[in-house]
Structures are given as structure tokens and as C-alpha cells.
């Protein structure tokens, strides 16, 4: 089985001729010579300014010469993949279909992670406030008690601290005394107390959030979520409560939100090591995400204690979706079908989008059978033609499908059929056209050859058939004792059955010219032999006439054939043009009595000839050509035509007959086969010696 064609088949360049006969390679063997040569220099010397210029000019030459063999790869490739129309229906189903559904799930995947994320840093700050709020309540409240019995503080703070350490173990509870003196209760792990009410604490309360660096870690921070409030309206001292968010707190803190604090980044951390790490370092606030646990950030503001001023940190946090969707679910208690809303909401969108998938895989798979289906019949046509281009046109496809593509198939196989059929014909018109040229051939040496001038009398004649062959004649028979005949004949009719009867005239002719010295004698003749073989549709006029150059007189017979102009030599006008029209009907008509009536009408003229005369002999294709308005030439003006040129040469006055003629016709066709001849006289008589050599050059032609 022979392969199928591919447009990638062509044959490609080699690794050589694409480097140098193409620019792209020779730019690129340059540029890597310049480069090579730079390397080298830049080993032993020192490279000067104008050699790293031309380095770089040479490094952009390199990206360019790449870029465009790139370029021509990508091409290729795409040739060689996408060349099968199947490839493009599939690919372009892809775009179409699967790549607008990837599209849209990747769009509400991305618009879920952006709203999960900004759901877990609501949820987490709102965890983080509350352990912020019981912190300012702790506070408040043991700076109420202390202003009431200021003698009981350290009881006060310890009875306080042993509350709430069962809520937050980590809590350490501290009271600067007026006089200076500071009072703890807790573990104060993480700082030493405070010994000083800072100068920016105005108020009578601050709750918030400290930073300080995280020991060993450089580049995080621990928080601590601290409260102050003043005693008595300043003058009692102050009381401050801290929790740091350990890994105790930040558990509480994930199991009340769903979200768990990573790590933290001050603003001084994050500048510090942006020239060591990469930005997208999860510690520095970037987010990243997958799809069962995500990452996220979040900004807190934090104080610094001895100064007061506020800074903000960045908090890295995670969370997984089930968790987070639990803790959004958790508010809504309504029970469908014995499960909770949001779970039966859930159960629907996983159905949904199950189904979804399902419908996808099933348009996919049914986009790839339609692509295969229609694919396959546009091979079978590419195949078909390709059969029809190598000549086999008896290949026919097999028609699988009622469909248009069937219908296509089916078209196809009758066109290949029309094809075969229109050869064969193609090759019997040439045939036939082979054959009709060698007719034309041998009808045109039928025809007198050579020079037609004779001693005394300048001749000229034309043929010219309307098809291949025609049925239009004419011929000069020499007849002894200086005798010339002439004839012209028009046979009904024109192609190949006028062009045999014309054959078979001229043979009856030019036998019976040896025998009948009488033109009426000769045709009648003639019409008596043909008419038994002439078919009842067919007939032919002709002309027939004796010149005795040497009497200076012709003698002629008409049977039905147009009249001869005769124009005196000594004419002065039109009016002088004499057309000869002697009585005849046509010869070879097949009908009762017409033999009798041949010979009855059939009328012998004679003239005298005298130097300057000419004689026109012609068929109606010369008088009958018409134009595109249908409008013939007519007689009268080819009468007009010999009178005002017949001082000219006999050749001459054809040529001027001829271009007038094909000047009336113009563009259009010929209809009938012209012919033509012209006699002018020179001289009154011929001498005999003339006449004798006259004689034998036409025995000699015939």
C-alpha cells in the first residue's frame, strides 16, 4: 500500500546548508566567532571598550540568528503536526471545548482560594481579637481590684493569674507600685517584667501586640499580646497582663478557627533578608496553596513598648479546606434528609461536578469519534485524488456515511467516472482530429500546386475550408491545342462526405475533360455518372469552361453555381462589370426526369477575351460570409470590389478581395467553405511555342 503524501516530505536543508546559505546561519557563525575570539583575547589580554561593545553587538547577533531557528523549528513542527485534518479538528476542538471549561474552572478556582484566604485571615484576626479583648478584660479587672484594696496587689494579681493561667497557661500578670516597686505573678518566660510606666501610655488602657525576635531564628518574631491599665486613674500604678502566642496558643487559636499561625516577620526582618531569599518565601508573606492544605498571610500592627510606635508584621498562615469550611458550616444547624445544609450543599456540588466531568469526558469523546468520522472521509478523498493525479481513473471511493461527506464520496466517484469517460472521448476526438488532418492534407493536394501563372493570362487562386475538409473545388485541366479547362465546383454540404464526393469529382473531371470538348457536353455528362451516386440530400454546382489562349476566346457551362464576373480591360466604371450567369440547375439530383430537365436547361456561353479582361469564378462562401448582425457581403460589392481594383495584379486584387472579406466578417465564424479563382488577361494571343509549354507543365502537374 503506498504511503500517504505529506506535505512535510519535501526535502529539507541540511545542518550545513542551513549554516551557510541561509542569513540567520551565517549571522550566527559570525556572532560565535566574534564571541570565540573575545574568550581567547580575554585570556591573555585584557578586553578593551570597543572589543566588548562588539562582544555585545555579538551576543545580540546570537539571540537573533537563535530566535529565528526557533522560529522556523516551531514552524516545522507545527507543518508536521497539524498537516492531518484530523490533528486541526481535534486541536481545534481543544480550544474550543476543553480549553474554555479548563479555563472557567481554573477562574472559580481561583476566585474559592481568594475568598478561602481572605475567609482564614477574617477568621484568624477574629480569633486573635478575642484572645486581645480577654487580655484587656484580665487587665481592667485587676486594676479594679487593686484601687479598691491597694494593700492586697500581689494577692490581687495571684488570685487573678490563678483564674485565668486555667484559660491561657502561658498568662503572666505584673503591677508597678507607685514607689516604684514591681509586683509578678506567672512564669514571665518570655520577658522580664516591666519596671516603668512607658511616657507614651497616656491613656488609662492600652490592649495590643508586642514583637521581639524569635531566639535562634534571625529572621522571625514571636508575638505577645500585652495589656496595660492604669490604677486608679494613673496615680496607683499600672497593671500589665502578657500571653505569648506559643504553640499552646496557637493551637487554641487553630481549633477555634480552623487557621494555624506559621511564623511571623516584622518589618525590619522582612528588608533585612529580602537581598538573602527569594520573595516568594512563605515566611516573608508570600502565599502558595494546594488542594487540600493553603497557605496565606495576614498583617497584624504591633507596638514597640519603649518607644510606642507602631509597626506592622506579616503573619504566614495555613489552613486546610475541609477544616475551614467546617468552621463556616458550623453556624448553620438546619437538618435536610437527616444532614446538615451545608452538607447536603456540599454532597450537590461534588454531584454537580461529577457530572460535570462526566459530560465533558463524553463531549470529548464524542468530538474525537466526530473528527475521526468526518477525518476519515476527507482521507479517503485525498486518497481518491491522489489515485485520480497518478492517471487512475477507475479508482472509486467507498461511500460509508449518508451524510454530506457520503454525498461528497459519491460526487466524487462520478466525477472520476465523467473523468474517464471525457479521456476516452478526448482521445477519439484527437483521433479523429489526427485522421481529419490527413484528409485536409490529402483534399489541399487535390488542389492544383505550384505557380498557377500561364503564358498570356496571370491566375490566382484561394481555398479555404470552414472545417478541417471542405467541399469546394477547383482545378485547371490542359486540353491540347492550346486549350485550358477550369473549374470550380461546390459540393451541398461540408466535412469529410463533401470532401469524398469532391475526390470523386475531380477524377470524373478530369477523365471526361480528355474526351468532351463542349463544357455542356462534359456536365452533362458529369450529372448523368454522379447522380447514381450522390445521395438524395446531396447535389453540387459547378462551373466549367474551355480557354483557347490561342483563339483568345473561353467557352463555358454554369450547373447551378454562382455567376462569373467578367470586368472588360477597357473598362471605365461599375456599370462595365458584367455578371455571366448562363441557365443550369445543380448536378446529382435524384429525382424523376432530371436528367432530361439537366440537359434542357443547361446553356453554353462564350466570350472573347481581350487584354486587361478578368474573369472571378467563385462559390458562395465568398458572397454569402456574413457578419455578427447576420448581414452577407453580397455580390454587389464583391462586383464593386473587382471593378475599382481590377487594374491591380491578379494575386493583388485576392489579397484586396480577401482582407475586405474578413474585414466585413470581423469576429465572426466561418460558415461555409470560400473559394476562389482569378484570371486576368495579359496578351490578345498567345504565341505557340508559349502555348506548347503551357500545355506541358499542367500534363505535368495533373
Known amino acids: 500500500m503506498r504511503a500517504t503524501p505529506r506535505a512535510v516530505d519535501l526535502p529539507r536543508p541540511s545542518v550545513r546548508e542551513l549554516l551557510v546559505s541561509s542569513w540567520p546561519g551565517r549571522l550566527f557563525l559570525l556572532a560565535a566567532g566574534i564571541k570565540l575570539f573575545v574568550a581567547l583575547w580575554r585570556v591573555i589580554f585584557s578586553v578593551p571598550a570597543p572589543l566588548r561593545v562588539l562582544s555585545s553587538a555579538a551576543t545580540l547577533a546570537l539571540a537573533v540568528a537563535v530566535g529565528v531557528f526557533v522560529w522556523r523549528l516551531f514552524v516545522l513542527i507545527k507543518r508536521q503536526l497539524l498537516w492531518r485534518v484530523r490533528r486541526k479538528l481535534i486541536l481545534s476542538y481543544i480550544f474550543i471545548g476543553v480549553v474554555p471549561s479548563l479555563l472557567i474552572v481554573v477562574f472559580f478556582l481561583f476566585c474559592g482560594a481568594v475568598l478561602f484566604m481572605s475567609v482564614a485571615a477574617y477568621l484568624f484576626k477574629s480569633g486573635y481579637d478575642k484572645v486581645v479583648d480577654d487580655v484587656r478584660v484580665v487587665a481592667q479587672a485587676a ?313 498570356g493570362m496571370g491566375v490566382t487562386a484561394l481555398c479555404v475550408p470552414a472545417r478541417e475538409v471542405g467541399g469546394d473545388y477547383y482545378d485547371f485541366f490542359p486540353l491540347g491545342d492550346g486549350r485550358l479547362g477550369v473549374l470550380i465546383a461546390d459540393v451541398s454540404g461540408k466535412g469529410t462526405s463533401a470532401a469524398l464526393y469532391m475526390a470523386e469529382l475531380k477524377g470524373l473531371v478530369l477523365s471526361l475533360s480528355q474526351i468532351y470538348q463542349s463544357p455542356r457536353q462534359l456536365l452533362m455528362e458529369v450529372n448523368r455518372i454522379i447522380s447514381e451516386n450522390l445521395d438524395t440530400r446531396s447535389f453540387i454546382t459547378m462551373t466549367y469552361g474551355v480557354i483557347d489562349l490561342a483563339a483568345s476566346v473561353m467557352t463555358f457551362a454554369r450547373a447551378g453555381h454562382t455567376p462569373m464576373i467578367y470586368l472588360p480591360g477597357n473598362s471605365r466604371g461599375s456599370s462595365d462589370v458584367r ?46 460570409a456574413m457578419n455578427a448582425q447576420s448581414d452577407l457581403f453580397g455580390e454587389g460589392r464583391l462586383s464593386r470590389l473587382v471593378a475599382e481594383h481590377g487594374h491591380l495584379e491578379s494575386g493583388e486584387l485576392r489579397e484586396r478581395i480577401l482582407r475586405e472579406v474578413e474585414a466585413f466578417v470581423g469576429g465572426a465564424d466561418q460558415h461555409d467553405d470560400m473559394t476562389m479563382i482569378l484570371m486576368k488577361v495579359d496578351e490578345m494571343a498567345a504565341s505557340p511555342e508559349s502555348v506548347a509549354a503551357m500545355t506541358r507543365t499542367l500534363s505535368v502537374e495533373s
Open 143 to 455: 486594676a479594679v481590684e487593686i484601687a479598691r484594696t491597694p494593700a492586697s496587689a500581689q494577692q490581687t494579681i495571684e488570685r487573678v493569674h490563678r483564674i485565668r493561667s486555667k484559660q491561657y497557661p502561658a498568662l503572666s500578670v505584673a503591677y508597678i507600685a507607685p514607689d516604684g516597686s514591681v509586683h509578678t505573678a506567672g512564669r514571665w518566660k518570655h520577658l522580664k517584667p516591666p519596671d516603668a510606666i512607658p511616657s507614651w501610655l497616656t491613656e488609662d488602657q492600652f490592649a495590643g501586640t508586642l514583637a521581639m525576635p524569635m531566639p535562634g531564628v534571625p529572621d522571625q518574631a514571636e508575638l505577645v499580646v500585652r495589656s496595660a491599665a492604669k490604677v486608679g486613674g494613673g496615680g496607683g500604678g499600672l497593671v500589665v497582663v502578657d500571653i505569648p502566642i506559643d504553640e499552646q496558643l496557637v493551637q487554641r487559636l487553630h481549633d477555634a478557627t480552623g487557621v494555624h499561625a506559621v511564623a511571623v516577620t516584622t518589618e525590619q526582618q522582612a528588608a533585612r533578608a529580602a537581598a538573602e531569599r527569594s520573595a516568594s518565601d512563605a515566611s516573608r508573606g508570600t502565599a502558595s496553596w494546594n488542594l487540600l492544605w493553603t497557605k496565606s498571610v495576614t498583617q497584624l500592627d504591633y507596638r514597640d513598648w519603649v518607644t510606642g510606635a507602631t509597626r506592622r508584621a506579616t503573619m504566614a498562615i495555613s489552613y486546610r479546606l475541609g477544616d475551614l469550611y467546617k468552621q463556616l458550616a458550623s453556624a448553620q444547624s438546619f437538618i435536610v434528609a437527616g444532614m446538615r445544609l451545608a452538607d447536603a450543599i456540599m454532597v450537590v456540588v461534588f454531584v454537580v461536578a461529577f457530572l460535570f466531568l462526566v459530560i465533558e469526558a463524553v463531549a470529548l469523546l464524542m468530538g474525537l469519534a466526530l473528527a475521526r468520522s468526518i477525518t476519515s472521509s476527507v482521507h479517503e478523498l485525498f486518497m481518491g485524488t491522489e489515485r485520480v493525479r497518478q492517471g487512475d481513473f477507475a479508482h472509486r471511493i467507498n461511500i460509508q456515511s449518508n451524510d454530506q461527506l457520503g454525498e461528497l464520496a459519491g460526487s466524487f466517484n462520478q466525477m472520476t467516472g465523467s473523468i474517464e469517460n471525457l479521456l476516452q472521448t478526448a482521445a477519439e476526438k484527437k483521433r479523429l482530429e489526427e485522421e481529419l488532418r490527413i484528409a485536409r492534407q490529402i483534399q489541399m493536394s487535390l488542389l492544383p500546386r505550384g505557380p498557377l501563372d500561364f503564358p
Open 579 to 624: 455578371v455571366l450567369a448562363p441557365s443550369g440547375i445543380v448536378v446529382g439530383l435524384r429525382i424523376p426526369g432530371a436528367n432530361e430537365k439537366f440537359a434542357e436547361l443547361l446553356e453554353e456561353d462564350r466570350i472573347e477575351l481581350h487584354k486587361g479582361d478578368v474573369l472571378v469564378l467563385y462559390t458562395d462562401g465568398i458572397t454569402e
